[in-house]
T-cell receptor, first 114, second 114 residues
């Protein structure tokens, strides 16, 4: 069975550009969460979506947005990129979007902002 | 504020020895805890979880211990193997907020010497 998939695997952008990252959850999972992992640190929560609705948002600026589609896949958008946005962006899925469920992570998209 | 954490705590063990990785969590309202393993260039991989109504849980070669009195979590790996070399993160899920709000620790790098 396929796990969480993310695309692209790597991306290079310049300051001020925008980027769209994509995630497909494990089949049957309805909840997707996005995390940012800066080098040398643990992942930080950005968003959670369940059944196309935003369920939670972390402490990130409005330049970050996301959405979930009817097939439960998700996109993370970042506008007006800054050098500090360079990171590994991780997507995690879980079945029902409830507390105490295991979240399974994808391989991530490594974003480099020059 | 938080330190940048570019230098992860490191644990170096001999192949075949047991490893113990420790984690202190911050919020007494947290009621679900997860250990993830992250190999270089990959997303975090679920290892084992524990709920706050338990103080010990065992998996295959791994045991998680939870001490709520001192807000401490540990991961024990029996007969450590070279394939166990990775960065290990503990994560907590707080009883308030959305399910997606996993709070990760800074991580511990485990190096296994053959």
């Amino acid at each position: 069975d396929a796990g969480v998939t993310q695309s692209p695997t790597h991306l290079i952008k310049t300051r001020g550009q925008h980027v769209t990252l994509r995630c497909s959850p494990i089949s049957g999972h309805k909840s997707v969460s996005w995390y940012q992992q800066v080098l040398g640190q643990g992942p930080q929560f950005i968003f959670q979506y369940y059944e196309k609705e935003e369920r939670g948002r972390g402490n990130f600026p409005d330049r970050f947005s996301a959405r979930q589609f009817p097939n439960y896949s998700s996109e993370l958008n970042v506008n007006a990129l800054l050098l500090g946005d360079s990171a590994l962006y991780l997507c995690a899925s879980s079945p029902g979007g409830v507390r105490g469920e295991t979240q399974y992570f994808g391989p991530g998209t490594r974003l480099l902002v020059l | 504020g938080e330190s940048v954490g570019l230098h992860l705590p490191t644990l170096s063990v001999q192949e075949g020895d047991n490893s113990i990785i420790n984690c202190a969590y911050s919020n007494s309202a947290s009621d679900y805890f997860i250990w993830y393993k992250q190999e270089s260039g990959k997303g975090p991989q679920f290892i084992i979880d524990i709920r706050s109504n338990m103080d010990k849980r065992q998996g295959q070669r791994v045991t998680v211990l939870l001490n709520k009195t001192v807000k401490h979590l540990s991961l024990q790996i029996a007969a450590t193997q070279p394939g166990d070399s990775a960065v290990y993160f503990c994560a907590e899920n707080r009883s308030e907020g959305s399910q997606g709000n996993l709070i990760f620790g800074k991580g511990t790098k485990l190096s296994v010497k053959p």
